[in-house]
């Protein structure tokens, strides 16, 4: 096909998805912006055709749940993306209806896909593709850092430290006998043998 006849062919499909876009916006609520409206129609017109697939580490890159694709395939290799209840490779075609469940960033987002894109695109026109059924995140009070000290105080100690290190997770003294103060192997006396 020469290169006009598919340029005109693609504008084709883009008024037709807006005059397809158009009523169901008319209809979902009051006033549309126009900028969104023709963003959901190029979307459309870039998105599969009728009988095409779209891959759901695709999909959930496109509609912005994850920032990369490559995060999206890992995220399916990992098993934490669910379709349908099932746990997905990233090669699996998703289609309009299926429930995703994606675990990401210690929350999870469910969501029913309304529309299929294969292309990124910007937030408003995303939150279109589906019906986020996500319970909301925590309140941002109850994440509270571990470990953060006031400004000014100075360097922490070994002891502030240590402290730290345990309220974040990270354990204790590596290669630290337990029990004994200081994380010490052997005390005192118990260091090198031989002496000056």
């Known amino acids: 096909m020469p290169a006009p006849a598919r340029a005109e062919s693609a504008s084709a499909r883009a008024e037709s998805a807006s005059a397809k876009a158009e009523p169901a916006g008319r209809e979902g609520g009051a006033g549309q912006d126009p900028q969104i409206a023709a963003a959901v129609a190029a979307a459309e017109a870039a998105g599969p055709q009728q009988g095409e697939t779209v891959r759901i580490d695709s999909w959930i890159w496109s509609v912005r749940l994850i920032k990369t694709r490559s995060a999206g395939a890992a995220a399916c290799k990992g098993g934490h993306v669910r379709v349908n209840g099932e746990r997905v490779k990233p090669a699996h075609s998703v289609r309009v209806g299926d429930e995703v469940r994606l675990v990401h960033e210690?929350?999870?987002?469910?969501?029913?896909?309304?529309?299929?894109?294969?292309?990124?695109?910007?937030?408003?026109?995303?939150?279109?593709?589906?019906?986020?059924?996500?319970?909301?995140?925590?309140?941002?009070?109850?994440?509270?850092?571990?470990?953060?000290?006031?400004?000014?105080?100075?360097?922490?100690?070994?002891?502030?430290?240590?402290?730290?290190?345990?309220?974040?997770?990270?354990?204790?003294?590596?290669?630290?006998?337990?029990?004994?103060?200081?994380?010490?192997?052997?005390?005192?006396?118990?260091?090198?043998?031989?002496?000056?």
């Open 106 to 196: 210690g929350r999870e987002r469910i969501v029913v896909v309304r529309r299929l894109i294969r292309k990124r695109v910007g937030a408003p026109v995303a939150v279109q593709c589906y019906v986020d059924n996500s319970p909301p995140p925590p309140p941002r009070e109850a994440v509270a850092p571990a470990g953060i000290r006031d400004r000014g105080a100075g360097r922490p100690t070994k002891r502030d430290r240590r402290d730290m290190e345990r309220l974040r997770g990270m354990g204790g003294v590596p290669g630290g006998v337990p029990g004994m103060p200081g994380g010490r192997k052997g005390g005192r006396k118990g260091g090198r043998t031989g002496g000056r």
